[in-house]
């Protein structure tokens, strides 16, 4: 099974920025497309991008485009989103997750394994 650890996240204010990571286990990080998610309180989990598994295809929600950047290092086993510009919206619990499906999935259930989360909470 692959094992999924976020970390990265922390309270911050509105118009700073802050990047997380992802941790994957196992020497097969690289044949996975990877996606970022969030889930505020009272609301669904909701697609915020994917990469895919070279790391040069992304896809992004348009809630965040222009503002988060999605790169992964596949030596190091480690998938990344860069927040810029954070606005209180972007307040959620951050899960990452792998894909052994086809590059381009919104949906969660196209998601095989998910870490813990990590939480952001931004601050006007």
């Known amino acids: 099974q692959v094992q999924l650890i976020e970390s990265g996240g922390g309270s911050v204010q509105a118009g700073t920025s802050l990047r997380l990571s992802c941790a994957a286990s196992?020497?097969?990080?690289?044949?996975?497309?990877m996606g970022w998610f969030r889930q505020a309180p009272g609301k669904e989990r909701e697609f915020v991008g994917t990469?895919?598994?070279?790391?040069?295809?992304?896809i992004y929600a348009d809630s965040v485009k222009g503002r988060f950047t999605i790169s992964r290092d596949n030596a190091k086993n480690t998938m990344y989103l860069q927040m810029n510009s954070l606005k209180p919206e972007d307040t959620a619990v951050y899960y990452c997750?792998?894909?052994?499906?086809?590059?381009?999935?919104?949906?969660?259930?196209?998601?095989?394994?998910w870490g813990q989360g990590t939480q952001v909470t931004v601050s006007s």
């Open positions: 997750a792998a894909s052994g499906g086809l590059f381009g999935y919104t949906a969660e259930r196209r998601y095989n394994y």
């Open positions: 196992g020497p097969t990080f690289s044949g996975y497309h």
């Open positions: 990469i895919s598994q070279s790391g040069l295809r992304t």
